[in-house]
């Protein structure tokens, strides 16, 4: 069988004839997911089809992790859930501990949290925790670097902390101590950044004020994530604010962030207004406070008095930056009406991804022009309304 003939099989589903046994597996597995679907007659074709057996779709799972990529199953996963009804699944510790975590998964165990039993708990948590850990070690040292606001750069040492350490001018200066059997260099001595001393009455503060209405989902998990790598920081302060239609401070709770997810719940309704209303009760230095509102704007409370509300932070001197949506995908829904309003207060609106982010909070630390800043970053920012 040719390639070709060989893909054409794997597209159609169905007939397995003259596949090895990989891709046998592979086309049963795509099968049991898109081969069900509605004839013309109204009947359904009585290929594929998971069934409801937590055992079964383990497996299938299971077979989807072997035999496809980490974005593949990701897609495959999210369709199964659309297509297939599997929410109810994850109530299944075996099904639940076969799924390929990600921020999606997250997302809907989060949902899901008030119906979890006792008995799904524990692997529950275990998920969270791996995609915590997986996001920590993905932007927590970008995050540190973007945000060391508190560094001196024009000062050198060479005795700095750790995360203070200049490893390009280092590994300049100790090139000679290259060991090519090891293919690295040992160096020397450390060149790095010398700290200023400051006092916490000095330090800027962020306000991570975050929409947990559901289709927020994605965007609160990376704010949280965030937010948590933030407080540990000793260069700025950090809250953050969840909201729906009553506001909820976890600022407190920023040192576990699984602890922090736990404590969010998705859905309900938005009141964006009442939740920047307490927002501005915790700034207490304005021209020092950033304000990073992230929401799709689609206001169920005071639409008017929230303009209001946002444009004395403003004329206060906040730094106010909106971010419809703070997710991989970068593609938000929102409230073009909103947006523009706000906009036209010159309150940078735009949506980012979490890879942009640290940059994002660097550029607004140092009060340069965001706007300049997204252009840079090819990122679509909503126009000022003439």
């Known amino acids: ?28 597995a795509l099968d049991s997911l898109y081969g069900s679907s509605d004839e013309g007659d109204g009947s359904k074709s009585q ?47 075996e099904f639940l501990a076969a799924m390929q975590a990600d921020v999606n998964l997250v997302a ?23 995609v915590v850990r997986e996001l920590m070690e993905r932007l927590e040292r970008k995050t540190a670097e973007a945000l060391r606001g508190a560094v001196d750069r024009g000062k050198r040492t060479t005795r700095p902390r750790h995360v203070d350490i200049d490893w390009s001018r280092t590994i300049r200066a100790n090139l000679h101590q290259y060991l090519p059997q090891y293919k690295t260099v040992v160096p020397e001595r450390m060149i790095g950044f010398a700290r200023k001393q400051r006092r916490l009455v000095d330090l800027d ?50 040192s576990d962030p699984v602890d922090v997810l736990f404590g969010i719940q998705l859905g309900g309704g938005t009141d964006i207004n009442q939740a920047v209303a307490y927002c501005a009760t915790k700034i207490q230095q304005p021209r ?31 730094n106010v930056i909106v971010l419809l949506a703070l997710s991989d995908e970068g593609r938000p829904f929102y409230d073009a009406d909103m947006a523009s309003k706000v906009a036209s207060m010159g309150v940078a609106v ?34 000022n309304p003439s």
């Not at 070709?4 to 794997?10: A, D």
């Not at 004020?209 to 302060?237: E, H, K, N, T, W």
């Open 1 to 28: 069988m040719s390639e070709l003939q060989r893909r054409w099989k794997m597209i159609l589903g169905g007939d397995n004839d003259g596949l090895n046994e990989r891709d046998r597996r592979m086309s049963a």
């Open 47 to 93: 290929r594929g089809g998971l069934g409801r057996s937590a055992p079964r779709v383990s497996k299938w799972m299971g077979d989807i992790r072997e035999c496809f990529p980490s974005s593949v199953v990701q897609i495959i996963q999210k369709d199964a859930f659309t297509r297939l009804g599997l929410k109810q699944m994850l109530l299944e510790p």
């Open 108 to 130: 809907d165990l989060m949902s899901l949290k008030g119906m979890i039993p006792d008995k799904v708990k524990q692997t529950a948590r275990e998920v969270i925790e791996k």
């Open 205 to 254: 503060e962020i306000l991570l004020c975050v929409d947990q209405s559901g289709s927020m989902a994605p965007s609160v998990i990376y704010a949280s994530i965030f937010a948590a790598v933030m407080a540990s920081l000793p260069v700025v302060r950090t809250q953050l604010i969840c909201f729906d239609t009553v506001v909820l401070d976890l600022t407190e709770q920023l």
């Open 288 to 318: 020092k406070s950033h304000l990073v509102l992230i929401t799709d704007l689609c206001e169920g409370g005071n639409a008017e008095e929230l303009i209001s509300r946002i444009g004395q932070l403003v004329n206060d001197g906040v």
């Open 350 to 383: 735009f949506a980012c991804t979490p890879d942009q982010f640290p940059d994002l909070m660097a550029t607004a630390l140092r009060r340069q022009n965001l706007f300049q800043w997204a252009a840079n970053e090819d990122i679509k920012v909503i126009s």
